[in-house]
């Protein structure tokens, strides 16, 4: 017999057995299978009514604490510095201690306001929130430590003639204390100038750390790390 025709029958006989089994056991009526309980429309109606019906929305009271910081410096400084330096992604403070979580708004908003000041171009302003001891990092002076407010004074007085339009934006600012009097705050800024001669914009971007000592009851600038 060929090959095709022992297929064939092979295959005839498992379907005449599959199809015998199947009619012998429907014939006997008998099964192992749980019967399924019968359920009444008015047993139905209230299931259907169950499952329309949306659960209780749970309402998460708002917390004082994590109050969004862009509103605290708008509070603080009016929205003129808010328009300025702009926050993204604000810290949310979850510190306990209502002292603690003061200090750290306090010491946040004055890196806030200096750097709105270091936008504007406002020397003397950015001279009362520094100190006259303070050191920096910075791309400007080529890998060495600058320390005092001369460096500074000068790309200040040097950038007012044609000064371009700034915006500036913290992104995750980071504020640790170390003690009662010191405080250390580290961001990503990001900076865009519009040339006022050309009308092209750029965009740079900055990771900056910013040292802050309390002297007399002030935070002052003390050291500043910026790097690209």
Partial sequence: MASTDLGAVLTAMIANKNFTGFRSQSSSGSSNKTPVPEISAEDMTVKVQE???PPPAVVVAPSTVTRSAMNFFTQQFGNSQSKVVQISQPPIFEDVDEAVLLTKKEVLSK???L???ICVGDLDAYQEMVLPTMT???PETKGQLIEGTQFHQFMFEN???DRPKVNCTMIAPHVQLLGADAAVVSYIRLVQCTNSTTNMTTTERWSETRVLHKVSDTWKLAHCHRSQ
């Fill in 51 to 53: 499952v329309e019906t």
């Fill in 111 to 113: 890196v806030h306001s």
């Fill in 115 to 117: 750097l709105y000041y």
């Fill in 136 to 138: 920096c990092f910075e």
């Fill in 159 to 161: 950038s007012k003639r």
